[in-house]
T-cell receptor, first 117, second 112 residues
Framework: DTGVSQDPRHKITKRGQNVTFRCDPISEHNRLYWYRQTLGQGPEFLTY????????KSRLLSDRFSAERPKGSFSTLEIQRTEQGDSAMYLC???????????????FGSGTQLSVL | SQQGEEDPQALSIQEGENATMNCSYK?????LQWYRQNSGRGLVHLIL???NEREKHSGRLRVTLDTSKKSSSLLITASRAADTASYFC????????????WGLGTSLAVNP
């Protein structure tokens, strides 16, 4: 399978616990994005990497959220001290820089559905 | 707001009919993209139209773009039950192409 994969698909946790999600992008893609989506809404941008560099982070992202992409391949998103408001689908997407800004399109994983009890 | 706007929010049609969804945005764009999302799944890219294009076709999909009105439409012809999904537009801002501005989506139900 050469698509974007995310793990786990579902995560149920208690408020106050830490959770970590993983994303494996398409291998030749050097851009990686994290989005959050709640029911009935479009995806909300969280952060973006080009290779291993985190180039942009949403102001909506509190300091409880951290993302890494240590070797420019897979990425992890960690949420510390989870709150009920963190319950959402967390989506990862990747793209190839070579297409240029006029043609860049995103390839999404199936997402991780987080439920904070 | 980060969100664009889509219209209608929900659409229910019979198999074989055409479905039209509209999207409006507020900024200057490099391109506008349409994605499809099945319930509980990730989004799948359908079609991209550049700011200097007015119309684009891909199979049963037809997308139009009117940059003067800052709007786009997605037409699905001869719909099938398998087209049932949510459809989102995403505008690539000319100022910051990496951050797409997403609509709220149109939920399409195609009844057999």
């Amino acid at each position: 399978d050469t698509g974007v994969s995310q793990d786990p698909r579902h995560k149920i946790t208690k408020r106050g616990q830490n959770v970590t999600f993983r994303c494996d992008p398409i291998s030749e893609h050097n851009r990686l994005y994290w989005y959050r989506q709640t029911l009935g809404q479009g995806p909300e941008f969280l952060t973006y990497f080009q290779n291993e560099a985190q180039l942009e982070k949403s102001r909506l992202l509190s300091d409880r959220f951290s993302a890494e992409r240590p070797k420019g391949s897979f990425s992890t998103l960690e949420i510390q001290r989870t709150e009920q408001g963190d319950s959402a689908m967390y989506l990862c997407a990747s793209s190839a820089i070579g297409l240029g800004p006029l043609n860049e399109k995103l390839f999404f994983g199936s997402g991780t559905q987080l439920s904070v009890l | 707001s980060q969100q664009g706007e889509e219209d209608p929010q929900a659409l229910s049609i019979q198999e074989g009919e055409n479905a039209t969804m509209n999207c409006s945005y507020k900024t200057s764009i490099n391109n506008l993209q349409w994605y499809r999302q099945n319930s509980g799944r990730g989004l799948v890219h359908l079609i991209l139209i550049r700011s200097n294009e007015r119309e684009k076709h891909s199979g049963r999909l037809r997308v139009t773009l009117d940059t003067s009105k800052k709007s786009s439409s997605l037409l699905i012809t001869a719909s099938r039950a398998a087209d049932t999904a949510s459809y989102f537009c995403a505008a690539a801002s000319a100022g910051n192409n990496r951050k797409l501005i997403w609509g709220l989506g149109t939920s399409l139900a195609v009844n057999p």
